[in-house]
């Protein structure tokens, strides 16, 4: 048992709710993970003392967002699963400002915004997943990623042992990628957003999601892009040409609609999609001397 009853009652006054034995399956976009006991933060205000308890009781964790973009191992998990409570996330705009907690839906707050004529991030709007996923991975799509928006993010350091605000010109934000710390916890963010009329920001909603439907598997279980686009290249293309679309291994399959979408077609466990993964990249280093990187998170036992 990774948190005893000890630490359990502890939690349970710092505001979060626990619940053992969890099938992270059923918390990722993939329908792929292990059980583990999930803590569910419900009071920001305690963020600092839960982190400092299971710090000092030894106690492994892993932060999980909307859950569309890992890939989590099978079996029992040696590490606890942290999620920030999603109910009623805070969402206000301020001017050109929009103050948005890390728990909220990254689709929702592109909607919120638009809904107050501040554009910018209608590219952003099929990405699933949350608020703090987004800034952790610097997502984006069409042209537009979210790192160039951010103005200031609220986040618990490790380091420091606190909450603290960091501005966004002294976050690095790249391709996939951001500079937090691995230990850092978002907990919400400030986006500054060009004012535009509502019209033309649905609009612009509308032909990102037809892009997105016409191109991508939204009806099959993925995490997105498997791997990134190596520079100037781009991983579907390459795998899609080695004719590998629907290749499979156990239950994991590359999609037939986007050859950088893998699936899981059936009952597929982490290690039919490790398996598939380095197929694929053992395939595409062969034939185009190319290593592929993985996008999505690979958190194993
Ligand atoms: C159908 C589909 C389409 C997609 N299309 C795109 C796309 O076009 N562009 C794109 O960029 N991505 C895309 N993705 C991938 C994914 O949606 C994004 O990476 C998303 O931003 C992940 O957010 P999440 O909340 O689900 O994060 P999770 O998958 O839960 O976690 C991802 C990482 O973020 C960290 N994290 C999450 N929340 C926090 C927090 N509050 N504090 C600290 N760390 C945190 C986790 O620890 C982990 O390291 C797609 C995925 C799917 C399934």
Redesign the pocket.
Known sequence: MLVSPRVAAKLESLGVELQRGVSLSTRT?LEIGGATDELILRRYDHVAEVMALLANERIPW?????????LIGDGELSWVALH?AGAKPGMRVEGNFACVD?SAD?GATVTFCARHDLGGMEGLI?????V???L??N???YGTQIGPLVREVELYRAAAGKVEKLRGSDICFDY?HASFAPS???LGVKLELPSKPYKEIVAGIRMCNEKRRAS?P?NQR????IFKNPPGGSAGRMIDELGLKRFRVGDAMVSDRHANFFVNAGHATCADMLGLMDAVRERVRSAYGVELENEV?VWQN
């Open positions: 976009s892993r932060f999980l967002g909307g859950g569309t973009n890992v920030l890390a990254l099929g990405v699933p997943g949350s703090g996923g987004a952790r991975m997502a984006g799509a996939r850092d916890v978002m991508q939204l993925s995490a997105g892009c998170i």
